[in-house]
């Protein structure tokens, strides 16, 4: 079995970032209930489809991931290509919040994606 949980977080508009913790059953309803349209959040049986608005490049980036690679990962980084900075962490709590702590320090930092 696997565990279930996931915790998402995302960039905002004003640097701050929006941190949820949930699970895999629950990511879908999270566009609606939190953030008017900035991230849409699509998920069938297989794929995890994840839209946002980006805040540093202002573009739309779009992400895909398995579901199974979303369970079985610790952490999943969404990048945005122009700017080079992180907007999207997907994974575990320990590691999204672990990551969030080390960049509120170096927000600047480029961050490549992975
Ligand atoms: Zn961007």
């Given at each position: 079995m696997y565990n279930?949980?996931?915790s998402i977080a995302f960039k905002n508009a004003d640097n701050t970032i929006t941190k949820i913790d949930t699970?895999?059953?629950e990511l879908k309803q999270l566009?609606?209930?939190y953030l008017d349209g900035t991230i849409i959040i699509n998920k069938n049986k297989k794929f995890l489809c994840i839209s946002?608005?980006?805040p540093f490049c202002n573009k739309l980036h779009s992400y895909n991931y398995k579901l199974k690679e979303?369970?079985?990962k610790d952490l999943i980084i969404g990048g945005c290509k122009n700017s080079g900075n992180f907007i999207l962490l997907i994974g575990k709590k320990e590691m999204v919040y672990s990551i969030i702590k080390e960049r509120r320090h170096?927000?600047?930092q480029?961050?490549?994606t992975i």
């Amino acid at each position: 079995m696997y565990n279930t949980e996931v915790s998402i977080a995302f960039k905002n508009a004003d640097n701050t970032i929006t941190k949820i913790d949930t699970n895999i059953f629950e990511l879908k309803q999270l566009d609606k209930k939190y953030l008017d349209g900035t991230i849409i959040i699509n998920k069938n049986k297989k794929f995890l489809c994840i839209s946002m608005k980006c805040p540093f490049c202002n573009k739309l980036h779009s992400y895909n991931y398995k579901l199974k690679e979303v369970l079985c990962k610790d952490l999943i980084i969404g990048g945005c290509k122009n700017s080079g900075n992180f907007i999207l962490l997907i994974g575990k709590k320990e590691m999204v919040y672990s990551i969030i702590k080390e960049r509120r320090h170096i927000n600047n930092q480029i961050y490549s994606t992975i």
